[in-house]
């Protein structure tokens, strides 16, 4: 089954709202990185997460691990024409990554 | 421009054919894994190779196969293509195969078995 989810799978925003996409794991992770696709593309590496309760920003990204090591999110501000795209996060359970099943962001101007 | 290579961009397949995705990068890397991508199931691995010689299965292994005779090409094959393969491959690499590493993408190969 999936390891890990994430939610919502679609999101429809206006330009200059906030978007936030969550993951779980069932299991605890070791690290969590996140993944931007754009429509048509390949996914390109954001971050990576390590430490318990991390947070970490890119300019109008927010990413934290929880302090369980099970769960993540990724917070966008004031969302732009330029976000729009799928967004993945990997969590690595020890010995392999699993990737959630993506947020599609699709940003309205 | 130093990065991943897959050919072809797209294909579109009878079932029962054999099939070949190339793939070729030029960063050196020693890891390279072959994902698929399907509508509301995210990236799922298919195989992996973690040096030169060496590969492994992932989570969806079955009805594909992969080399890795050096360290630049990662070819996956489909023995004999069914419809459930249809999907979007994706081939990446990492430096060494830690899981604490960056995975570097290719453009993908849209794959249609009919």
């Avoid at chain 1, 390949?42 to 947070?55: R, Y």
């Avoid at chain 2, 590969?55 to 050096?70: C, F, H, I, M």
Wanted: net charge positive; aromatic share 10%.
């Amino acid at each position: 089954g999936q390891q890990v989810m994430q939610i919502p799978q679609y999101q429809h925003v206006q330009e200059g709202e906030d978007f936030t996409t969550y993951c779980n794991s069932s299991t605890t992770l070791s690290n969590i990185q996140w993944y931007k696709q754009r429509p048509g593309g390949h996914p390109v590496f954001l971050i990576q997460l390590v430490k318990s309760g991390e947070v970490k920003k890119q300019k109008r990204l927010t990413f934290q691990f929880g302090e369980a090591k099970k769960n993540s999110s990724l917070h966008i501000t004031a969302t732009q024409t330029t976000d729009v795209g799928t967004y993945f996060c990997a969590g690595n359970t020890g010995n392999q990554f699993y990737f959630g099943t993506g947020t599609s962001l699709t940003v309205i101007p | 421009i130093a990065g991943i290579t897959q050919a072809p961009t797209s294909q579109i397949l009878a079932a029962g054919r054999r099939m070949t995705l190339r793939c070729t990068q030029d960063m050196r890397h020693n890891a390279m894994y072959w994902y698929r991508q399907d509508l509301g199931l995210g990236l799922r691995l298919i195989h992996y190779s973690n040096t030169a010689g060496t590969t492994g299965k992932g989570e969806v292994p079955d009805g594909y196969s992969v080399s890795r005779a050096n360290t630049d090409d990662f070819p996956l094959t489909l023995a004999s293509a069914v419809p459930s393969q249809t999907s979007v491959y994706f081939c990446a690499s990492s430096e060494e195969g830690f899981t604490n590493e960056k995975l570097f993408f290719g453009s993908g190969t849209q794959l249609s078995v009919l």
